[in-house]
């Protein structure tokens, strides 16, 4: 109880302390360029230039700090040894590219990339072209986006239990393998088969990303003009020839957001390869590689490299989004 | 589109089973541990939770009272008792030799070695009689088939709550997820404001570097700033959690609040400023309240976002007691408890149960958060 207490008192120290700024610095800054008196014209202009600064001053150190250092720091860290003080040049790299577990890593995170951003794409269209047509559609909807709010690890519990083995003789509990004892089958420790069980862990990343591909297609859906599908409707095309031809064409956009925003997510998937397999049985992947690097290698050198290979993967999508927006404004 | 539908029941009755499937392969794991989790420990472990509504048969090993229970009867040394112990179930056949341990209909005497008798009654009791002194300290096997009525019980979420340090753990998350959600809001408000409506040099590379910012993997973050905590003495606390999670999450934030306030009316700014106020008293007064929408849907992904994050946490937090979140401890547990399956359900219930209610009452943010531009991906 004595811990929450201090979360809200720092709660209250944090906005007051923010409050306190943004309205003590406006105040001096008034108070320095007045706008009353001689030169009034003149200080607001003074003021006007420097109160976007006060505005995002403590935005700007934050972002500085968490997110700009680091990268550049990371790229001084890879060519650094284990402890990041001796310097090493280019031996993590060469290390890196040598190393079977990294390529076996990179390979599982490629084969993410193609399957999980297609799969939840194809099913989050597939459920937000259905639950449109029909009357329970908006309760259907949030059953299926509800895994949204589940934590990686949380889900990783609830499809362990899915996917529980017990050996053969055993009444199975995990209902994947019953069913396959129900349909005469062999049941199988799934999560153990290499190169399958990434397929298996990959299933948890799209039960989780398919709702959130569902409500952006959704909204994308019924942002299409109703003209277009009456005109094709009258000149006789059926529903599966209008959502091909007239829907999704006008719908690439959003799909390559949302594609676009899960490959980012699959990239630095972490949780459920570590509460599934921790990379055991041939399902390793670069964050949790990096993971293993950081704190049960204690090389700080290598787990940095590893963390770049992550940030260059990244990188298109970075560009992409800047010149997005460029195109935008 | 209802048009086209109506016409084609056959094509209605499709999409309705085909969505019907969906929301079960959907719905039906998560429905699968919230039914376990309320499950005895015992039954939980040798059925299926989708058989958890009827009656179980079960083949059990259990063992008789230890020797030192033994009484004297007559010529016979017995030992007496129930197979069910404090639950209660029904006999539908017994043995005492793993070979058939079901030889025996319930109320039948078993010969057994040495001139041992066992006699198992339908409801559980048994009588274990011996001429010769029984000598196992443990007890002699008995092996039952039961049918057992389902059984639903809390005593999971008490053992959790309370012996296995969830509800610890709940706190902990707590205490670091309330400052991580409140403390970024404010801060990138004004940011989101000077990049939507103040003009100054670099507006747009600032606006840029955002955007950019935006798919920064964490995973580059971490050691720089481990290091940089030793440095500087902040080390492992909620002090520093507190600190990650507001600079990961303004990236976000800014953006997503810029996209609102840049899309408010731009006459009401104007005129405001008009009137002489400048953009501190904008900001405060008009800005931040026709925002709410924004800064909901903001707030609703921050606070998933950091109830539900793992990697940071076992970063930046210690492993102890005092500082382990629920999800750490989910990850401990699955390493430590893997097969308890009554700790892991309850436990992974009770930590999404937050995060589901947040969902279920606040899903409209949610959408309209996730619908004006991108999310974040960790």
Redesign the interface.
Known sequence: ?E??L???F??VV??LG??TY??GS?FIL?FIFP?TGSNATKNIQK???I???L??G???I??T???????I??VW?SFHGPS?KEFIGIDNYTWLFGDAKFLESFLNNMMWLIVVPAASTF?GL??AA?????SW?NI?K?????????????A???????Y?YRGDSA?????LN?LMVHFGAEPQAWIAMPFWNSFFLMIILI?IQ???AM??LS?ALRGIPEET?EAA?LDGAN?LQ?FLKIKMPQMWGTVA?VWT??T??V??V??IV??MTNGQWGSQVL?NY??DW?FRGHD?GR??T???V??VL?LP??VW??RN??NE? | ??S??GK?SA??WA??I??VV??LL?????F??LV?SIRDKDQ???????TSFSSVERNLIRRSAPASEQTKADDLYVLKGNVFADKTGEITAFGWNSKDPTAFKPGDTAQMRKGKMLQVNADGAYVLSSPTPHTRKKGTRIFITSVEAPIFTLDNYSEVLFAEGIGKSF??T???T??AT??PI???A??A???AW???PG??I????????????????????L??YTDVGIGKG??GI???H???G??LA?YLLRNYIAGLPREVIESARVD?A???LI?VKIILPLSFPALASFAIFQF?WV?????IAT?FLGNNE?QLVM?GR??EM?GSRGGN?EI??A??FV??FV??M???SL?KY??RG??SG??K??
Do not use: H
């Open positions: 109880m811990q929450m201090i979360a809200l720092t709660v944090g906005v923010c409050i943004f309205v406006n008034d706008t003021s006007a230039a109160r976007p600064w505005f995002m403590p935005a700007i934050l972002l700090v968490y997110l700009v250092y680091p990268v720091n990371s860290l990041g099913f597939m459920a259905l639950t449109d047509r029909i559609g259907a949030s059953l299926i986006f509800m895994p949204m709010a589940i934590s990686f690890i949380g990783s519990i609830i499809w362990k239990f899915v529980d009444d199975q509990i995990g209902i019953a039960w398919t709702g959130f409500v952006i909204a599908i409707i529903p209008v957001v925003t899960i980012i997510l990239l630095k972490f949780d570590m509460a964050a990096m993971f950081m700080f787990s940095a590893i963390a770049l992550i940030m990244v999508v970075m989004n800047v927006l460029k404004n | 589109m209802d086209i539908v084609n094509l209605t999409v309705n085909s969505v969906l929301v959907w719905t039906i794991p998560t699968g541990l376990s939980l472990v040798s059925t299926g939770w989708w706190l902990n707590m205490t670091v309330i400052p409140i403390i404010l801060i990138a004004f940011a404001y000077a990049l103040m003009e100054f507006r747009s600032m606006l840029a570097m955002v955007v950019g910012l935006l798919v920064v993997p964490l995973q580059m973050s971490l050691i720089p700033l290091r940089l909620y002090l507190w600190l990650a507001t600079g990961f303004l990236p800014i002489g400048n953009d501190f900001f998933l109830w539900n994050d793992l990697l970063v005092e999800t989910l990850r699955l399956w892991l359900t436990s992974a930590s999404i995060p589901l947040v969902f279920f899903q949610l959408v996730l619908l991108s999310v991906g960790g």
